[in-house]
């Protein structure tokens, strides 16, 4: 991707990752992993280039050049994966 996209306040701009699993909670909620691409100027906690689970219910997701993001607010990061 080489357009710049820049999230308001506390989002995470989120492609996910094609190769993890999906996950199903005790809730059964889908969740799922994808790598951070861009973050609001509110985030905290999460860098670009983290890995973070996310619920997928409800997020407000986005296509460009054919690969879906989701913009999620950094609360919304259940956990960080590190490698």
Same mark, same amino acid.
């Given at each position: 991707? +080489? !357009? !710049?996209i ?11 990752? #094609? ?6 909670? *005790? ?8 790598? &951070? $691409? ?5 985030? $905290?906690?999460t !860098?670009?280039?983290?890995? &973070?689970?996310?619920?997928?219910? +409800?997020?407000p997701?986005? #296509?460009?050049d054919?690969i879906?993001?989701?913009? &999620?607010? #950094? *609360? +919304?990061?259940?956990f960080?994966?590190?490698?």
């Amino acid at each position: 991707m +080489d !357009k !710049k996209i820049t999230p308001y306040t506390n989002f995470l701009w989120i492609e996910p990752n #094609e190769k993890t699993s999906v996950i199903v909670s *005790s809730q059964r909620r889908l969740q799922t992993f994808g790598k &951070v $691409k861009a973050v609001g100027p509110e985030v $905290k906690y999460t !860098k670009v280039g983290a890995t &973070v689970a996310f619920e997928l219910w +409800d997020k407000p997701e986005c #296509e460009i050049d054919g690969i879906t993001y989701h913009l &999620v607010r #950094e *609360s +919304d990061a259940l956990f960080q994966l590190e490698v």
